[in-house]
């Protein structure tokens, strides 16, 4: 599976992005999807997840109650509304498998947050 990012930008506090992914490739495969985040000098880690079915969400402690994963299979795409934003939200934006496939990591997207 193949995932293409997009939407990132240049946002103050407390500003809202929505991120985009594409899928394509052996999407018939996924099973759940992710929205992962790489701040510099930091762990990727994952912040949001939806199960195929759209019926599951999960989401980091940090982001909860401000962040909303979405998606559309009929196209494909998975979405990340980023509202309040901070700035330690401030990282490069990845969307993968749940779990994650090591092959599937795209470009990413950059999100910066200023105070």
């Known amino acids: 599976v193949q995932f293409v990012e997009s939407g990132g930008g240049l946002v103050q506090a407390g500003g809202s992005l929505r991120l985009s992914c594409a899928a394509s490739?052996?999407?018939?495969?996924?099973?759940?999807v992710g929205w992962y985040r790489q701040a510099p000098g930091k762990q990727r880690e994952l912040v949001a997840r939806?199960?195929?079915?759209?019926?599951?969400?999960n989401y980091a402690d940090s982001v909860k109650g401000r962040f909303t994963i979405s998606r559309d299979n009929a196209t494909n795409t998975v979405y990340l509304q980023m509202n309040s934003l901070k700035p330690e939200d401030t990282a490069v934006y990845y969307c993968?498998?749940?779990?994650?496939?090591?092959?599937?990591w795209g470009q990413g997207t950059q999100v910066t947050v200023s105070s």
């Open positions: 939806i199960r195929d079915a759209g019926d599951s969400t």
């Open positions: 490739g052996s999407t018939f495969s996924i099973n759940a």
């Open positions: 993968n498998t749940v779990p994650l496939d090591v092959f599937s």
